[in-house]
Every structure is written in structure tokens, then in C-alpha cells.
């Protein structure tokens, strides 16, 4: 923070209360807009070699713009996270320009440069089970397996996000056939729960020697703590190596097979939107090319060849 101004270090502050407050950003996605942001007033900084302050951010050109994007190109920044950099930016210019009243075209009709959208990967429905029951079989110890296996039961049985199941406490056992949800930027929803996600998670409680409190994280560590995710991904990664799957099939994939496996069953995309915890239905609708390129798989491998 020490390139930018104490003028843009306190808009860029004020920016990212606002988004929190109004917008319901998680700390998550702040923290991202925070690094995107910072790292551009920084570059421009040193691009015009003088302190940006607000009435230099309004100077701001295309040319300048164009600068920033080719060296961060340059620097290896992908299409796909230079689009989402350059999306924070606008946010912030957006913001700014209505509160300091300047014109902000410069940066708001700077094109993001294209790149080919990534489909989730889904495992199918037997590699997914599979997978569950390979996490299984990753610990020595009875009470470490069962958490396993209960917490990647929730991700697939539920479509939770690791971070919603990690975050689940002692107040949510024995788990109810509805749970309550806060997901990414504090949004809401409504999740049915599995009886057999009830029950992983039951006998995980039967086996795990740590005390459960109504106020502690449900999932524990070895040595009684919060979960980390990190030991997810790893009993993940182990199992996945042992199967011979992807290195896309991670925890969250599971998550997208539990949508992709709803919309093959017949699922309509508003529910599993509600279900998913979506801000918008386009991101859910994502699940539908998924769906048709299964299907064109399956097709071209069974249709009689002429």
C-alpha cells in the first residue's frame, strides 16, 4: 500500500466497506477486490512515476489502461484472472467517479480479453461414490475416516461448499432435515438434507473423542480444533490418485456433481439454483452445457458408426 496515496488508500477503504455493506461481498471476495485494486494504483504509480492521487485517478486514459493490461500479460496473468482484475477495477472507478464526479469512460469501456469459459468437471455418479468410499479407507483412525467420509458425504449429498460445511457447529447436531445456509456473501438459502449425510455425520459424532460444544466447529482436527480444509483436499488428492481420476476432482467438484446429477434427474435450474446458493441463474445454467456435452459424449461413443 505504500505506492498509493493516503487519499486512494482511504477511497479504496470506503469502496470495500460499501461492498460489504451494500453489495453483501464476502471478506473473501473484498480481500481479492482489495489485492486487484491495490496492484493497479500501485502499477500506475509507478507507470506516470508520481503518487496517484484522486485528481491523477481521474487523468486516467485509455493509453494508460492499455499499458496496465499488457504488462500484466506480460507479467504471465492469465485472460481468464487479467478479466476478473479488470472487473474490479471498473467496480472501483464505477464507485468513485459518482462520489468524486469525474468522467470514467477511459477505464469503464476497456474490453476484457476473451477466453474460452471452463466447464465444471462433475465426477459421474459411480466415481463419486467410489470417491467416498476411498476417503474411507485414507485414515488409521476410526473417528479421522468417519469425519471424512461425513464431511464429503455434506459436499456431495447437500452441494455444500467446503467452507458451509466446515462452518457448520455443535448447534447444527443431530443435523435436521433442512439446514439453514449463510453462504457466499452472507446470501441464505434452504438445504435438504440426506438421511445419509445424517447418518455419516451421526456416526462421526459416535466416534470423535473431542467434546462437542454448541458454540465449536463441528468438524474437528486431530488435535481438537476447526477443521482446516486442507485436510480435505489432501484425503481428496489421495483418494483421487488411488483411482486413477483427475486432478480435477477436488472437494468442490462434488459440489458440481451433485447439481449435474440433479439437472440429469429431471431437476428444473431455479431449484438447484436455490439449492446452490447462486446469485444468478446464468452461473447455474452453466450445469446445462455440462449436461449436453455428457450427453454428446455417450452419444458418439454408443450411436452405430455408418
Known amino acids: 500500500m505504500s505506492l498509493i496515496s493516503p487519499a486512494c488508500r482511504d477511497a479504496l477503504q470506503h469502496w470495500l466497506n460499501s461492498l460489504g455493506a451494500l453489495a453483501g461481498r464476502s471478506e473473501n471476495t473484498q480481500t481479492a477486490y482489495r489485492g486487484d485494486v491495490t496492484e493497479f494504483l500501485s502499477f500506475m504509480t509507478l507507470h506516470h512515476s508520481e503518487s496517484q492521487g484522486m485528481a491523477a485517478l481521474a487523468r486516467i486514459t485509455v493509453s494508460d489502461m492499455r499499458a496496465w493490461m499488457a504488462d500484466q500479460r506480460a507479467s504471465g496473468v492469465g485472460a481468464r484472472s487479467l478479466a476478473r482484475k479488470l472487473s474490479a477495477v471498473k467496480s472501483f472507478y464505477r464507485w468513485l467517479s459518482e462520489r468524486e464526479g469525474f468522467e470514467p469512460t477511459a477505464v469503464l469501456s476497456t474490453r476484457a480479453p476473451k477466453f474460452t469459459k471452463k466447464l465444471p468437471r462433475p465426477l459421474d455418479e459411480d466415481a463419486a ?178
Open 129 to 306: 461414490r467410489t470417491v467416498i468410499e476411498t476417503v474411507e479407507l485414507q485414515s488409521t483412525s476410526d473417528w479421522v475416516s468417519a469425519r471424512d467420509v461425513a464431511v464429503v458425504t455434506l459436499l456431495y449429498g447437500c452441494g455444500l461448499r467446503i467452507s458451509e460445511a466446515l462452518s457448520l457447529t455443535g448447534a447444527d447436531a443431530p443435523l435436521p432435515e433442512t439446514l439453514r445456509i449463510i453462504g457466499k456473501g452472507d446470501k441464505e438459502r434452504i438445504v435438504p438434507v440426506l438421511p445419509a449425510a445424517r447418518a455419516a455425520v451421526d456416526h462421526y459424532l459416535r466416534l470423535c473423542p473431542h467434546p462437542h460444544a454448541k458454540d465449536q466447529a463441528l468438524f474437528r482436527g486431530v488435535r481438537g480444533g476447526p477443521l482446516n480444509p486442507r485436510a480435505i483436499q489432501g484425503v481428496m488428492a489421495k483418494a483421487r490418485m488411488q483411482l486413477g481420476l483427475p486432478a480435477t476432482a477436488t472437494p468442490h467438484a462434488l459440489r458440481h456433481s451433485f447439481a449435474t446429477h440433479l439437472l440429469s434427474a429431471g431437476g428444473d435450474l431455479r431449484s438447484i439454483q436455490e439449492l446452490l446458493g447462486h446469485a444468478s441463474l446464468s452461473t447455474t445454467q452453466t450445469y446445462t452445457a455440462v449436461d449436453t456435452a455428457r450427453l454428446m459424449e455417450v452419444y458418439n461413443r454408443a450411436h452405430p458408426k455408418a
